[in-house]
Nanobody, 116 residues
Framework: VQLVESGGGLVQPGGSLRLSCAASGFTFSSYGMSWFRQAPGKERELVAGITRFGDNTHYADSVKGRFTISRDNAKNTMYLQMRSLKPEDTGVYYC??????????WGQGTQVTVSS
């Protein structure tokens, strides 16, 4: 199992980024997937989750209306479209596979920095 995030970077407040999570080594469409983030000095927090076929999603209150999670099972890839970014969105973003109500595999993370 391998999860590889990409798309992070430095962006100004109000800007946008799209993160990708490329999955391999398992049947991607059989698992729910999620995005987490960890800001400096803070615990890792759940940002958004999506069911196996993308029919249900959920978001942290802090990102509702600004972030959109999606997936393309044909490409074994999950996405996180981030808009209206704020400095408090800064952190390392991780994708994770959900299995039996726990997260069993994680990517290495991609840094997102929101700063002017």
């Amino acid at each position: 199992v391998q999860l590889v995030e990409s798309g992070g970077g430095l962006v100004q407040p109000g800007g946008s980024l799209r993160l990708s999570c490329a999955a391999s080594g398992f049947t991607f469409s059989s698992y729910g997937m999620s995005w987490f983030r960890q800001a400096p000095g803070k615990e890792r927090e759940l940002v958004a989750g999506i069911t196996r076929f993308g029919d249900n999603t959920h978001y942290a209150d802090s990102v509702k209306g600004r972030f959109t999670i999606s997936r393309d099972n044909a490409k074994n890839t999950m996405y996180l479209q981030m808009r209206s970014l704020k400095p408090e969105d800064t952190g390392v973003y991780y994708c994770a596979r959900q299995s039996n109500w726990r997260y069993d595999y994680w990517g290495q993370g991609t840094q997102v920095t929101v700063s002017s």
